[in-house]
């Protein structure tokens, strides 16, 4: 029990730090309501299950110093630039309008936010790096427990991410934050380029030493 709590609470407060991730879910929670911004977070979750199954079986992709890890990393970087200036480039902007359901385009909008995020989550280098140390710490556990845990941290990213769509998506708060929400989508944007900048420059500084 104390190695769950542990594991547990450790999971939860990586969770807290806000990421790209999160970033996407406030977007979409914001242009399209909680309802669409659920499949971008159930795209985001499935990243995380590939990653937490990768972590325990072993796959050496996933450490730092092999070459994937690498070109994961500088995937990501571009990736968070992309969604950085799209922030930035469409902060204000009319975007999607959400029918009365919290929708937009139904079956459309779902795929395409599952598929974005699916592609934040799996280029996420962070989200490696942090199963990884996770996995080590559990190296012991049997394959059960293992499950457990697994099945746990899937369950609690999604979990977490759609309480983060839903209170951001409540119209209340948007009405309350509508004029703010132009200048919050380009700080997220800019915050996002920074990570991107930042990523790029410590691979840069890795492969020139």
């Given at each position: 029990?104390?190695?769950?709590l ?9 969770l ?41 079986v ?36 009319g ?61 609690a ?53």
């Amino acid at each position: 029990m104390q190695q769950f709590l542990l594991v547990a609470a450790a999971h939860f407060l990586a969770l807290l730090s806000p990421g790209p991730d999160f970033f996407l879910i406030t977007r979409t929670s914001v242009r399209a309501g909680w309802r669409a911004a659920s499949s971008v977070c159930l795209g985001i979750a499935c990243a995380n299950g590939i990653f937490i199954i990768a972590a325990f079986v072993g796959v050496s992709a996933l450490r730092p110093q092999s070459t994937t890890f690498w070109a994961l990393q500088l995937a990501g970087a571009c990736y968070l630039l992309y969604l950085g200036s799209l922030f930035i480039r469409h902060a204000g902007a009319g975007g999607w309008s959400p029918d009365k359901k919290g929708t937009v385009g139904g079956e459309v909008l779902s795929r395409r936010g599952a598929s974005m995020g699916f592609v934040s989550g799996i280029l996420n280098p962070k989200n490696a790096l942090f199963y990884v140390s996770l996995a080590s710490m559990l190296s012991g556990a049997t394959a059960g427990w293992k499950t457990f845990y697994g099945a746990w941290m899937f369950c609690a990213v999604l979990g977490w991410d759609l309480l983060v769509a839903v209170a951001i998506g409540n119209p209340v708060v948007l009405r309350r934050f509508s004029e703010a929400l132009p200048w919050l989508e380009r700080l997220s944007g800019v915050v996002l380029v920074l990570l991107a900048l930042g990523v790029m420059a410590s691979l840069y500084v890795r492969t020139a030493g």
